[in-house]
T-cell receptor
């Protein structure tokens, strides 16, 4: 089974609108962390936001927030007030508390339309 | 600079040759990871180093791939007898600790093309 599933290969959003990128995960470890990364066309991977499994509140970082639904094992990224510079690939990743590996999803390509 | 540094940024070589890719992590970061990313795909885990512990090599696709980390800092990924399917971007990442909520910080990658 896939550890991280991103079901949206491509998404479009109008500039200044909000967009939600989906991520579901699979683990039996009660301790884990969820990460979102942005990869622009230039190729670098940029860390955006983190959510721990024991965190009581949804993580927020500026225009980025996580809609963390633990029972559903989902950690969707919400980008508010989209900007043209948000056009990129977005990867969801998970680290299980007992392991060394980060498991990455296949990514979602986001295009912001002016 | 203060970020993860990878070299070369691009490498073109003939099938059958050996290649060495270098990664210089952020100073003080004890964890170092190598990933492979094929065009339009996600990240494929290759190998992980944490301090002086034995590396986690579970992601290496074949015995043509090896990596070492000298002095707990710089790492080299070596691919012997390269094949065309080895063509990809090889990304290195480092993090402060090997556990917990520390994110990985990535280098810009090495784009490897096998002719």
């Amino acid at each position: 089974a896939q550890k991280i599933t991103q079901t949206q290969p491509g998404m479009f959003v109008q500039e200044k609108e909000a967009v939600t990128l989906d991520c579901t995960y699979d683990t039996s470890d009660p301790s884990y962390g969820l990460f979102w990364y942005k990869q622009p066309s230039s190729g670098e991977m940029i860390f955006l936001i983190y959510q721990g499994s024991y965190d009581q509140q949804n993580a927020t970082e500026g225009r980025y927030s996580l809609n963390f639904q633990k029972a559903r094992k989902s950690a969707n990224l919400v980008i508010s007030a989209s900007q043209l510079g948000d056009s990129a690939m977005y990867f969801c990743a998970m680290r299980e508390g007992t392991g060394n590996q980060f498991y990455f999803g296949t990514g979602t390509s986001l295009t912001v339309i002016p | 600079g203060a970020g993860v540094s990878q070299s070369p940024s691009n490498k073109v070589t003939e099938k059958g040759k050996d290649v060495e890719l270098r990664c210089d992590p952020i100073s003080g970061h004890t964890a170092l990871y190598w990933y492979r990313q094929s065009l339009g795909q996600g990240l494929e885990f290759l190998i992980y180093f944490q301090g002086n512990s034995a590396p986690d090599k579970s992601g290496l696709p074949s015995d043509r791939f090896s990596a070492e980390r000298t002095g707990g800092s710089v790492s080299t990924l070596t691919i012997q007898r390269t094949q065309q399917e080895d063509s990809a971007v090889y990304l290195c990442a480092s993090s402060k600790l090997g556990t917990g909520n520390q994110p990985q910080h990535f280098g810009d990658g090495t784009r490897l093309s096998i002719l």
